[in-house]
Structures are given as C-alpha cells and as structure tokens.
C-alpha cells in the first residue's frame, strides 16, 4: 500500500500543481509575504525604501514593554473582546436554541436567513445606522421621552456602551450560526431519554444540551473575539474620544504617525495573541470535528 | 405541556427581539435617508433630496464605480482560480495536502487590520504601493479562501463515479471537467461568486489601508464622510449599499444552503 501510494501521491502532485498553483501564488503574493514581511519590518528603525538609513533594533518591541500605554490599551481591547463576546454568548445561545428546538420548516428557514442577513451587508454601515439611534436627540431618546413620564436624556453616543451595543450588532449573528448548527444536530431523542429519566429541563440543559453544542459555542466565541480585539472602525465612530483601543493605536501609525516599523510591532503582537487564542480554541473544535 | 406551550410562546417572542435588535437601526437609517431634516429631526417629512444629490456627489459615484469595477474584477479572478484549486484539492492525493488546506485558514481568521496593514507595508516595500491595483491584489486574497471552501463543500456531495463514468465512454479529462463536473458543482460555484462579490464590495479595512485619495472605493469614501460629520447623503448611500448587499445574500442562499437542514 505504501509504495503505490507514495508513486500516486508523486504524480498526484503534477498533476494538482497546474491548478493550485495560480490561487496559491495569489495567496503567498498578498497574504503570505505580506505577513512575513511585517514581522521583518517591526525588527527595523525605519523603512528601508524610505530613502533614509535603516537598522535593525528591537526598539520597536521595548516600546510596547516599557510604556505602559501600548499594554494597557491591549487589556482594554482584551476586555472589549471578552464582553462583546459574553453578551453575545447571551443574547445569541438562546436563539439559536429557538431556531434549532423550537422553530420548525418554512418558518425555522426564513427567520434563520432573516437572523444572518445583516450580517452580511455592509459593517462599516450598520455601525453608522447605530449612531442615529443612540445620540442625544436620536430615536432612542425621542422614543423613551415620548412613552416615559418624565424627562430622561439618552446620550450613548460617543461612549464605552455604546461601542458595547454597536460591536453586540454586529457579531452576534456569527454566536447565532455556529450554534445553530450544533444545536440542531443534537437528537430529540436524547433530550426526551433524559426528560423521561426525570432530569428538569435546567438539568437537561446542564447535562445535555450545553456539553453537546459547546463546540459551536466555542467556534463562535474565536470567530468574535478574534476580530472585535482587533477593531478600530467601530470604536472611532460610536467612541469619539473614548474609543482608544489598541487597533485604533495601530491604526494611528499607518495612516496618522506614520511610524510603520512600530505599527508592525504592534500588529505582530495582536497577531501572536490571536494565534495563542485560536490555539487554546482548536482542541475543542477538533473534538467536534 | 402548558409550560412547553408557554416556553415555546416565550421562545418566539424572543427571536422577535433580536431581529428586531438587529434591523431598527437599519430601518431608522433607511427612513431618515428620506427625512427633509438634515439633523434627523422629527417629525418625519418625505424627500428624495438626498438621493437626487447624490447624483452630483462626483468622489461618491466615483468611488462607488471602483467598488463596482474591483468587486466584479475579483469575482471573476476568485471563482476561476478558487474552483481549479478546488477540484484540484478534490481530485488528487498528494503529499502536503493537509497544509495546502490548512493554508487558507490564516486568510479568514487573522483580523483585517493586521492582513491590512501587513499588505500595505509589502506592496510599499516591493513597489506596488497603494492604489486600485493593490486593492484588487488584496481582495481577491481575502475572497479567495472563501470560495475554495464553498466550491470544496459542493463537491464533497459529488460522486466521482459519474467522471469515471463518462471517461469509460470516451471523454478526455478536459470534457469531463466541463460536461460532468463543472454542472455539478455550478451551484458551489455561484454561491462562491457571490460570496467574493460580497466580501470585495463590502470591504473597508483592507480598502482603507491601500487606498489613496484619487483611489478608493465607496466603503472607504462613506468612513471619511462619516469622521468629517454625518450628511444625510451618506444615510442615502448606506441604505442603498444596504439593500444591494442583503438582495445579494439572498440571492446566495438560493443557491447554497447555510443551514444544513436536515
């Protein structure tokens, strides 16, 4: 088996590469090296192209250990990450249940596709559309004034919630999906065993439900917190001045400091940490799998 | 079965909630795209102003156009490279293949600003540097993954014993490909379109990090608005973008079904 397998696996090989090679050269050109190249450049003083003299250093990265503020923006964006992940966690699981337990046939297909639609149109757009709900003198103010006896101001814009809500928006429909596909893959029947068998419906939550769909909630959790630890439209826009955070930081050396050779530090940084977080993630993932 | 009846009552009740949740800003932002006060002050007064001046914003139908021309140009680039490589990661056993798979990971989940910033940094340093160009190298990349993955997942549900079929009547590797596999698959190749127009069309942070001023597209054109001040306009682009991209979804998921039904 081994021999003729090694021979087809060779003639496989010329075989593929004419029709890999193009999508993975792509994929190296503007991926790849890119990437390979940031970490080369966050070891330099300054850009080589630049004209002006270059070394390597590891300033770059004792600039990030040394002053407080690159570490404590990466905490705050940790956090942000952690709650945007959690409330969708709570406002996502329970829907999924619905759709998958609860919901059946046409009306199950239609609110599923109803749940995920928004979440592929434009983010940039559905945060803007956020901002006129919750300034002062928004929808949301004019409405609670409107019902509320008396006189409140709603001014969220421009602050730490309303980041919160605006990020909640748009991730949670990805919480919604990867446990919808869990949960729907759980059998009734062991559901009922465990009904039958006396357990309450909490129990059977605890015991049964939760452990079987924890790789979709797992899957959700990474695909969240991944990008929301990374984000920087989001909080500029719904945070004004509140919503430094480290990607707003990164943001800020490549188009406003200009000081590449630290923004690839710090990009670098968030990618290791990332990479840390998808790793404790993947066990989880590969036992469903 | 009361409880069950009232828990099921209360589990409607709730997905109303959360779409809800999810629309209200959309539609708020849609209804003040029509609203006369440029300050979305109530009451409500219809207009088509802001869509009729759209028509003289030159650096909005401008960049819309880029949006348009890089969308399609990526399209067309994904779903040919991305259903060879497909059927190639179908079709044959090599050594390395696992990685190859394991490859277009990275691409989906390492967060946009990193591959953004990364991209600018090497196509300054190579001489690409920034523009339409590199914004077309850049999206395809991205969109790339994700089409390999949605023509992968058509073709699992293929039968190879249909190509080998037609190879025992004679058809050469190219007719097979084209007559047999090609239509089968089509659907995951549809859906794959699709998605990489989506991800072109509705990218920012790529986008803004190889723009420059003469060069970018409508995503990248709405932020600047945005961070200057808000302008109804920018209501009457976004709900326009809005309406195309969620038209376009649908339209995938008549192609390819997402939620596995069982």
């Keep these: ?289 | 079965m009361m409880t069950t009846r009232i828990l099921e009552g209360l589990g409607r009740f709730y997905i109303g909630l959360l779409l809800a949740f999810l629309y209200l800003p959309i539609i708020i932002m849609a209804l003040m795209s029509f609203n006369v006060s440029p300050f979305y002050q109530l009451p409500f007064e219809w207009t088509t102003e802001w869509y009729a001046s759209l028509w003289h914003n030159d650096q909005l139908i401008a960049a819309t156009w880029n949006s348009l021309e890089i969308a399609i140009v990526t399209t067309i680039i994904c779903v040919v490279l991305g259903s060879a490589a497909s059927l190639a990661l179908y079709r044959y056993e090599f050594r390395g293949k696992k990685l190859l798979q394991a490859l277009l990971f990275p691409p989906i989940a390492i967060p946009w600003l990193i591959t953004g910033t990364a991209m600018l940094i090497f196509f300054f340093g190579v001489g690409i540097g920034r523009g339409l160009f590199a914004i077309l190298l850049g999206h395809v990349a991205l969109a790339l993954p994700y089409v390999i993955v949605v023509v992968s997942a058509r073709l699992q549900t293929f039968a190879p014993e249909l190509e080998e079929a037609a190879r025992s009547l004679g058809a050469n590797q190219w007719q097979v490909t084209m007559r047999v596999t090609l239509p089968w698959i089509m659907p995951g190749v549809i859906a794959g379109g699709l998605f990489a127009f989506a991800v072109s069309f509705d990218q920012f942070v790529v986008s803004y990090f190889l723009a420059t001023p003469g060069q970018t597209t409508l995503p990248v054109e709405i932020y600047a608005a945005i961070r200057k001040g808000f302008t109804p306009e920018i209501n009457a682009v976004s709900t326009i973008i809005i309406v195309v991209s969620m038209a376009l979804m649908l339209l995938t998921a008549r192609f390819f079904k997402f939620g596995g039904e069982k």
């Design chain 1, 1 to 289: 088996m081994a021999v003729p397998g090694a021979t087809a696996s060779r003639s496989g090989l010329r075989s593929a590469l004419p029709l890999l090679a193009p999508a993975y050269l792509w994929l190296t050109v503007a991926i790849f090296l890119p990437l390979s190249a940031m970490v080369f450049f966050s070891f330099m003083t300054d850009l080589p192209l630049s004209g002006k003299p270059w070394a390597f250093t590891l300033g770059n990265y004792a600039a990030f250990f040394s002053q407080s503020l690159y570490l404590t923006l990466l905490l705050a964006s940790l956090r942000l990450g952690l709650e945007v992940t959690l409330w969708c966690v709570v406002i996502g699981y329970p829907a999924a249940y619905v759709l998958a337990k609860v919901l059946k046939g046409r009306s199950r297909e239609a609110i599923f596709l109803l749940v995920i639609l928004p979440f592929w149109s434009n983010g940039l757009v559905r945060i803007f559309s956020w901002a006129m709900v919750l300034r002062e003198g928004g929808i949301l103010d004019t409405a609670l004034n409107a019902v509320l006896p008396f006189k409140i101001n709603i001014d969220l814009m421009y602050s730490y919630p309303a980041v919160i809500i605006g990020l909640v928006h748009s991730y949670v429909p990805y919480m919604v999906l990867t446990c919808y596909l869990t949960l729907q893959a759980i059998d009734d029947s062991l559901i009922e065993a465990g009904r039958s068998l006396g357990a309450s419906r909490l129990q059977v939550l605890k015991r049964v439900i939760i452990p079987l769909s924890l790789p979709g909630l797992v899957a959700g959790a990474a695909l969240i917190f991944v990008p929301v630890v990374g984000s920087f439209m989001e909080p500029r826009i719904l945070g004004g001045r509140t919503g430094t955070f480290y990607g707003t930081v990164i943001e800020d050396q490549f188009v406003a400091v200009f000081n590449w050779p630290l923004g690839a530090a710090l990009s670098f940084i968030l990618l290791a940490v990332v990479l840390v977080i998808l790793a404790v993630a993947a066990p989880v993932l590969r036992r469903a799998a």
